[in-house]
């Protein structure tokens, strides 16, 4: 495999207008979670991926491992539960960060909170050139925490790891217990991607992407995203930090864009790009999830993706990108292949 992913996957509801959760009258069915969602993209756009988790024996599993199965994604490592359910949840149309976002979240007890050392196939799990985990995991429940502490553990079979922080402060009874746990598996990591404002939140680093990097000298490569405004990588041992300004979106909503960064880059990293490219395929990735309302958003095109990525600096800062634009780049493709 070229890359191996592990966490909970939840049916998602999405509203079919604008509202509160009280007041919208239906919703549409879709799929989110972190760790399927790179997985998902990642094979869709050419790469092999694994997808490792635990689902209940329900509709809602069924859907979930047909859906991400489709893909691409190999999904023999999904157990089924006949004791725990699937998570669900449910949104509202708006922004997050916003008074008017809602979430609901039914995952407590969920089949996925189940997963431990003892019934995950550890060597299949490290059968891949990457294995991708994000801290929402960690949250899970205390077996889910010890399951990412064996994964991250030095072995003769580790792969690359790859840990998205993903601090998400509700999972946790305790923000500082949870931040605390965040920062030590990021240090056992080899690539962690982690926003400028997580940082802030959860372990209270200010100044900027160097003093992450201060906190985080462990990680081989450290990524570091500010939003709109760009994302810093650090290699040790590699030259120069690198900043790459993100391109101008006209987003629709922000939801998977994190998770869409982390794949693009992931992707990259995988055809051994220079520093730049990763970073410009993390923001394009990005950008085809922030220009769709979905929670999982189809790739760039390769083609199109490689040539917008290898633009000068000026032109790149110019590209502005909007609702459909991954479409209209699909079809350039079929015509010009």
Known sequence: MDVVTLGESMVTFLPTRPGRLADVPSFERSIGGAESNVACMLAAAGHSVRWIS????????????????AYGVDVSQVHRDPDRPTG?????????????????????????????????????ARSARILHLSGITAALSTDCLALLYDL?????DRPLISFDVNHRPGLWRSSARGAEILLDLARRADLVFVGADEAREAWGVAGGAEAVRVLLPEPETLVVKDGERGATLFRRGCGPVTFVAAPHVDVVATTGAGDAFAAGFLHATLRDLPAPARLRHGHLWAAAALTTPADLAAPPAPGHADRLAALDDRAWGTLRLGPGWTRVEAEEEVRTP
Do not use: K, N, Q, W
């Open 88 to 124: 669900v949840y449910f949104r509202t149309a708006g922004e997050r960060g916003t008074d008017a976002h809602e979430v609901a979240y039914y995952r407590a007890g969920s089949a996925a909170s189940a997963m431990s050392p003892a019934d995950v196939d550890l060597p299949a």
């Open 54 to 69: 635990r689902v209940g024996a329900d509709g809602f599993g069924d859907h979930l491992v047909e859906r991400i199965g």
């Open 152 to 156: 991250t553990a030095p072995a003769p």
